[in-house]
């Protein structure tokens, strides 16, 4: 008897035969024609707080959405013409590839990006591009402060929100619970979209209220209203380095960002020829 006989016959006595039937580690749990579904593909569907009952129709009804796609796969690659399978398959391996290249990028970026930005960057990035920066709706300056109707105070409230010196702002902060609602910081800018929907009560009123250097007192079911607006900036006017600085760090980041990638590029290309990694290989 030759020896490939032999083992033929010891591994059908034997019930199976690893040298013929290598056994995989993992557990099957499904199979359409020759793709398997293995238990830890479904391991992360559950929880630990997942019910028994729900378990079992959560798993149950991946296994046939899971069946189906492999079923349909199966059909294409047998009834789709090959060009289009090969087409469709280049397409594959691109955008897998394409997401391994820009993960890795994204890695580097991540670790060796400088998110500094000095204040001398910001304003020098302004001046070179201050045409670029042009409004295109009204935002304001203001300081306001929301009282309920009963307020025992203000009168004296008014007055100190409207002189806003030293002393007036600390008295005024060490009240702020007892207020509705206000805004102390008047340095910073606020669109009008953004006044009006967090003070609905101008809305009827401010071709009035919202000039520079006015001070207004409405009311309104919800209460008392003061309000003092310090500076109005008009569309088309220069925005305000203050009001686009998240901008201006956004754009500077982003090239940045650019400059690294480029960098990256450049030094895994030069690292891989200099180590023979890579090469072009002339045409004959």
Known sequence: MSKLLLIL???????GCDFLEPKSAKEPVARVNDTYLYQEDIQALISENTTKQ????????????????????????????QQQIEDYQGMVEEYRNDLFAEAYK????????????????YTLFYQQNKENFTLKEEIYKLRYIHLDASFPTISETKQK???????????LQDSSLEYKGANFNDSIWVKKETLLRQLPVIRTKE?????????????????????????????????????????????????RTLE??????????KDAVKNKNFEVYTQK
């Not at 010891?10 to 019930?15: G, K, P, Q």
């Not at 729900?54 to 013409?81: E, F, G, K, M």
């Not at 994204?106 to 960057?121: C, F, H, P, W």
């Open 260 to 269: 690294l990638i480029k960098e990256l590029e450049k030094d895994i290309t």
């Open 207 to 255: 071709s009035k209220v919202l000039k520079k250097a006015t001070f207004s007192q409405l009311e309104d079911s919800l209460g008392v209203y003061l309000l003092k607006i310090e500076d109005v900036l008009s569309p088309n006017q220069t925005a305000p380095l203050q009001y686009i600085k998240p901008i201006i760090k956004e754009i500077i980041l982003n090239k």
């Open 106 to 121: 994204g890695a580097i970026v991540s670790k060796l990006l400088d998110s500094t930005i000095t204040n001398q960057e």
């Open 161 to 171: 929100l409207r002189r806003f010196n030293t002393e007036d702002v600390a008295a």
């Open 54 to 81: 729900d378990s079992i129709s959560i798993v149950a009804n991946y296994i046939q959405r899971w069946a189906t796609q492999q079923l349909l796969i199966d059909q294409a690659n047998i009834n789709l013409p």
């Open 9 to 15: 016959t010891l591994c059908t006595a034997l019930v």
